[in-house]
């Protein structure tokens, strides 16, 4: 059981390169979370997802696009990277509930990729 | 407006010594509150959470933490810290028939032998 993985640790881009990070977890959650962590302002909410096929906008979506074609996986992408985008992404997973209702419950969390754009 | 407020940004501390740090939220509804902690490097593992019931709450590493809804405060204490705990500690706030959680912005502990 690997938990929340993601793909890869560390990237460094050139500013208007793209990439996806991916974000892969086993453990059947139905939520799915990708965050920024930037020095002094601790995790900010890019975007996440309710539910095989659906997406919501969080905190700071601009720059960013996700998908979650499969309930397993969640992709971030950036279109044309800019050196604001120079942070540590995490990926987190939640469970639905155990009464049924949308109701959050603890977030799992992956190691983190390190990117830097330059 | 949601928001979690952690007030001390750096802590240090003696090996031995007990710690609390602090966390207070403003929610409407009633709330959900988590603490989680992340080393160097890592990304966060959850220490404990609160839901509903006895407000003292225990976790793993000998962590606790007690709800006041009076003073709408969720503060994490240790009675002896020891040097392995120097991390960040994040406080989250989530409520019931919500999505999301809403993070602090994290307290760094330092920890001196």
């Known amino acids: 059981n690997a938990g929340v993985t993601q793909t890869p640790k560390f990237r460094v881009l050139k500013t208007g390169q793209s990439m996806t990070l991916l974000c892969a977890q086993d453990m059947n959650h139905e939520y799915m979370y990708w965050y920024r962590q930037d020095p002094g302002m601790g995790l900010r909410l890019i975007h996440y997802?309710?539910?095989?096929?659906?997406?919501a906008k969080g905190e700071v979506p601009d720059g960013y696009n996700v998908s979650r074609l499969k309930k397993q996986n969640f992709l971030l992408g950036l279109e044309s990277a800019a050196p604001s985008q120079t942070s540590v992404y995490f990926c987190?997973?939640?469970?639905?509930?155990?009464?049924?209702?949308?109701?959050?419950?603890?977030?799992?969390f992956g190691p983190g990729t390190r990117l830097t754009v330059t | 407006a949601q928001s979690v407020t952690q007030p001390d940004i750096h802590i240090t501390v003696s090996e031995g010594a007990s710690l609390e740090l602090r966390c207070n939220y403003s929610?409407?509804?009633?709330?959900?509150l988590f603490w989680y902690v992340q080393s160097p490097g890592q990304g966060l593992q959850l220490l404990l959470k609160?839901?509903?019931?006895?407000?003292l709450v225990q976790g793993i590493k000998g962590f606790e933490a007690e709800f006041k809804r009076s003073q709408s405060s969720f503060n994490l204490r240790k009675p002896s810290v020891h040097w392995s705990d120097a991390a960040e500690y994040f406080c989250a706030v989530g409520a019931r028939n919500t999505d999301k959680l809403i993070f602090g912005t994290g307290t760094r502990l330092q920890v001196f032998p």
């Open positions: 609160y839901f509903s019931g006895d407000t």
């Open positions: 987190a997973s939640s469970p639905w509930a155990l009464t049924g209702s949308r109701r959050v419950d603890e977030q799992y």
């Open positions: 997802s309710v539910g095989e096929g659906t997406t």
């Open positions: 929610y409407g509804a009633t709330p959900y």
